[in-house]
């Protein structure tokens, strides 16, 4: 199960599993989804080292204003600068205490960090009970899953979708959810239900056919993964699910006969 954890986390997905929260609301990036076997340019889009010079000569200029911090500390994520995101995030929740829009940004940058605890507890502060955010409830699954309380995750999942029902996003974090626990059929239809919801996210087609392949039909997996791609980005895809798939079946003293159909 760790084995395969790792291999999630080792994709091009923005960080890990809990820490693929791809975007806040505070900026026009999509909603959380958990990791894909995707390459690099299935990953949120980096800024450009201008921009972010830019964002920090502002930030820099007044620390203290929570719009800009939020943009800055977003860029810095989208570029995986996931220390110094957290040293800017901290630092405005510190100046705008109850800003529950910092509190989900800081949240996010805490689990791409790896600190998944204190970054499950800041995002419990970014809502409330009486008005819980269905975003940040699928965060904090994820987060719970990459702690290993997949059956707590779960439920914060299905939260998520009373609030949201059939939202892709939280649908796929479910998915992968079932995936670490190889409970793949349940993981498949979550994916499936999750697709038929947004076929356009790759990240969301991707996760799909990994579940397909780790079930055996590579043929079918290779079919999804390379839908409406570029033929050198779909080859990438390709090779990387094999890759994938081919460690996974080394861990389990299966025989990988994964073709060279790409």
């Known amino acids: 199960m760790r084995h395969h954890a790792r291999l999630l986390r080792s994709t091009a997905f923005t960080v890990s599993l809990a820490a693929a929260l791809a975007g806040c609301?505070?900026?026009a990036q999509s909603p959380d989804i958990t990791g894909s076997i995707g390459g690099p340019r299935a990953a949120q889009a980096e800024?450009?080292?201008?921009?972010?010079?830019?964002l920090?000569?502002?930030?820099?200029?007044?620390?203290?204003?929570p719009d800009t911090a939020l943009r800055y500390g977003q860029a810095l994520r989208a570029n995986?600068?996931?220390?110094?995101?957290?040293?800017?995030?901290?630092?405005?929740?510190?100046s705008n205490p109850g800003n529950k829009k910092?509190?989900?940004?800081?949240?996010?940058?805490?689990?791409?960090?790896?600190?998944?605890?204190?970054?499950?507890?800041?995002?419990?502060?970014?809502?409330?009970?009486?008005n819980p955010d269905w975003r940040i409830l699928s965060a904090q699954g994820a987060i719970l899953d990459q702690m290993n309380?997949?059956?707590e995750a779960r439920r914060y999942y299905t939260s998520a979708l009373k609030i949201r029902p059939d939202e892709p996003s939280v649908l796929s974090n479910l998915g992968l959810s079932y995936m670490l626990t190889r409970e793949l059929p349940k993981s498949e239809e979550m994916l499936r239900r999750a697709y038929a919801g947004d076929?356009?996210?790759?990240?969301?087609?991707?996760?799909?056919?990994l579940v397909v392949g780790l079930q055996g039909r590579f043929s079918e997996a290779e079919t999804i993964i390379k839908a409406d791609l570029p033929p050198?980005?779909?080859?990438?895809?390709v090779a990387y699910l094999k890759q994938m798939l081919s460690r996974d079946s080394v861990r389990r003293g299966e025989r990988a006969d994964l073709g060279d159909r790409s």
Request: proline residues 4%; glycine residues 4%.
């Open 149 to 151: 309380n997949h059956d």
């Open 47 to 54: 800024v450009s080292p201008a921009a972010i010079d830019a």
């Open 25 to 27: 609301q505070t900026t």
């Open 199 to 209: 076929a356009s996210d790759r990240r969301i087609r991707q996760n799909l056919a």
């Open 232 to 237: 050198d980005e779909a080859a990438a895809n």
């Open 56 to 65: 920090g000569e502002r930030y820099r200029a007044n620390p203290r204003d």
């Open 102 to 130: 910092l509190l989900a940004l800081y949240g996010r940058a805490l689990a791409d960090n790896g600190s998944f605890k204190l970054a499950f507890d800041t995002l419990s502060l970014a809502h409330t009970p009486a």
């Open 80 to 94: 995986r600068q996931y220390a110094q995101a957290v040293a800017v995030l901290e630092s405005a929740t510190l």
